[in-house]
């Protein structure tokens, strides 16, 4: 695509693989006279205008898309409500990828609420992104889970101290409690609306967002 100005980079929606030379397409596409049309497609500008509206609109959507999938791989994988804490469970890795999902919804919900001051949300520490959330969002959290406010300081850093698990081997606080967390907070991501999912159209060596 190069720096042309239909440039995107895609974020949902398009899977493909190679057959031989050729790149094949796994999906919902169409033609429409000469042009092929990629259907239900999430894309974003390669430069994020962070002080536009729908730009950031559009980034929360896949911030909740992306989000929601660490939350779909750790339910498929981990019973979250009385999760195996032996070693071969690999408890530490959906302990990591749930922290990771906290982190996003909480980046998505400021940035439907408008609170990232027309920069991008920044940080990995729950405690801090957490009190960044409106006071409402705030108190729904605590009313649901019993102390969050007093235990996230102690699992701050979940994500980014359980990639590395392999050089500490332990994981100290209430760990537990992030798989409540990312419950509560995915609740919460999915009642902001979500921009529509745009198309893609292939014709002439050319592609083209709509």
């Known amino acids: 695509m190069g720096n042309n100005e239909y440039s ?6 398009v899977i493909a693989h190679v057959e031989g030379e050729s790149s094949v397409i796994d999906g919902h596409s169409h033609m429409k006279g000469s042009a092929l049309v990629i259907d239900s497609v999430n894309f974003l500008p390669q430069e ?17 898309h992306t989000a929601d999938g660490f939350y779909d791989l750790v339910k498929q994988n981990c019973n ?15 302990l990591a990828l749930s922290g990771l999902a906290c982190e ?14 027309g920069k991008q949300a920044r940080g ?3 405690n801090d992104l957490f009190s960044q959330l409106p006071n409402r969002i705030q108190r729904t959290v605590s009313n649901k ?14 994500f980014a101290t359980l990639r590395y698990d ?3 081997n332990r994981i ?39």
């Open 48 to 64: 994020v205008n962070y002080t536009d509206r729908d730009s950031v609109e559009m980034l929360a959507t896949s911030a909740v």
């Open 145 to 158: 889970i019993n102390n969050i406010s007093t235990t996230l300081p102690t699992i701050k850093d979940m």
């Open 124 to 126: 990995h520490k729950l």
């Open 8 to 13: 995107r980079s895609l974020t949902t929606g």
């Open 80 to 94: 979250t409500s009385d999760p195996d804490i032996s070693r071969n469970a690999h408890l530490e890795m959906y």
């Open 172 to 210: 100290k606080g209430d760990y537990l409690v992030v798989f409540r967390f990312m419950e509560e907070l995915r609740t919460i991501a999915h009642t902001y609306p979500q921009k529509e999912i745009g198309t893609v159209k292939y014709a002439n060596g050319t592609l083209a967002f709509e």
């Open 104 to 117: 996003i919804y909480m980046k998505a919900i400021i940035y439907h609420e408008n609170l990232h001051s």
């Open 166 to 168: 392999f050089e500490q």
